[in-house]
């Protein structure tokens, strides 16, 4: 389009003068983040072309570099006090390759929008790099005048004047924190001040996140070369907070993912497209030794419901032995046992909590405890053991 072709025609475009400096810094965030697309074949194979804004304006291509000095180019010719900063980034270790040698650091800006610098990454609203280090275009507002005490966590400027904070964060402090997303925030959740990483974890640790009640989480441990360790973390989240438990193989280094989502009735999921959970935070754990004993398996409606369950956590238990199970599943109208398609009991009722001891089923049979609500009459799982 001829409106596009070059800066000052787009400049025009997008900024009219009817435009107050708030509409202007709007409009040139959302036509970057949507027309310019990430270049990950240029930056795997350490071939990026210019990141000036006349380049990226005519490639469409471009990393953060370009993304932001095209926001600083577009911004003065509307007018705008805007500037390029530049500093550390806690994402690039996560990206699903690595980073050529010459190539470290991230840009994003500041604008002056009444009288007050405000933090805006263009390049996170733009979209992500998926697993498979494919680009997905997604925008992402929160990364549009985003808070200094929430930017603080993900972005580190040379400059520390640019982290507009009172009590600016050191390098040491950043590297500490862990890699907490724009969705942790969005949700509404707050970090715990004193958690840093790694993170000394032992059987018995519990990790706990404050969130509001209409949250959902799961986890995920991983090894430290990034394959995904089966039942070896354990989320739940009673209303008003997050709570993970870690079980780690054997002693050393792992990280652990949290995922969450809007709550929505046990009932209510559908089992052939479920809701996405997005991805909270990512911590660095490390455990001194080993636990042999894997947590039990929980499925969606455990997690969607908000259920909590307080005893066994062993994921194995002994075949024929008898265990005593206790779970506060809010709303239920009953929990029961099941030992593969065969019912075997329930548990008693106390308001919101479920107890009851149950004799396991023979070694192979999975047990699972299953609720029923009164708005469905099947039951949906809840947790699974393994008889062992």
Request: proline share 7%; hydrophobic share 35%; aromatic share 12%.
């Amino acid at each position: 389009m001829a409106r596009e072709a070059n800066l000052d025609d787009l400049a025009r475009y997008l900024c009219p003068p009817t435009y107050s400096e708030e509409e202007k810094a709007r409009s040139i965030f959302r036509w970057i983040a949507d027309r310019i697309v990430y270049d990950v074949d240029g930056l795997r194979q350490d071939k990026l072309p210019s990141q000036q804004p006349e380049d990226v304006l005519r490639t469409r291509r471009a990393v953060c570099e370009g993304y932001a000095r095209l926001y600083v180019a577009l911004a003065e010719r509307a007018g705008l006090q805007v500037a390029f900063i530049s500093g550390r980034s806690s994402f690039n270790d996560s990206l699903p390759f690595k980073l050529p040698s010459n190539v470290a650091g991230h840009g994003w800006n500041a604008i002056l929008l009444k009288g007050r610098w405000r933090l805006l990454d263009v390049t996170w609203a733009a979209g992500k790099v998926d697993g498979q280090a494919h680009f997905k275009k997604s925008f992402d507002d929160f990364w549009y005048l985003t808070s200094p005490e929430k930017f603080v966590f993900t972005h580190l400027p040379k400059d520390s004047k640019w982290q507009m904070l009172a009590d600016p964060w050191d390098r040491q402090r950043f590297e500490s924190t862990p890699q907490y997303t724009g969705e942790f925030f969005r949700f509404g959740m707050k970090p715990p001040d004193d958690l840093r990483q790694p993170v000394s974890v032992r059987p018995d640790t519990v990790l706990s996140f404050r969130a509001p009640e209409d949250v959902v989480a799961l986890s995920e441990l991983k090894d430290s070369g990034g394959k995904p360790l089966e039942n070896r973390s354990f989320c739940q989240s009673p209303r008003g907070s997050l709570e993970v438990r870690v079980r780690c193989p054997q002693a050393g280094s792992y990280r652990l993912m949290l995922y969450g989502r809007r709550r929505e009735a046990a009932w209510q999921g559908n089992l052939k497209t479920p809701q996405t959970y997005q991805g909270l935070v990512e911590i660095e754990v490390r455990a001194q030794a080993g636990v042999s004993r894997p947590f039990p398996k929980t499925f969606g409606s455990f997690q969607r419901g908000g259920a909590e369950l307080l005893a066994p956590f062993d994921g194995r238990l002994p075949a024929k032995s008898r265990q005593r199970f206790r779970l506060r599943v809010p709303g239920a109208e009953d929990v029961a046992f099941f030992g593969g398609k065969d019912f075997l009991g329930k548990l008693q009722r106390k308001g919101a909590l479920y107890e009851g001891t149950l004799t396991c089923p023979a070694r192979g049979v999975p047990l699972q405890v299953c609720a029923k609500y009164p708005q469905e009459s099947r039951y949906w799982g809840l947790v699974e053991y393994e008889m062992e």
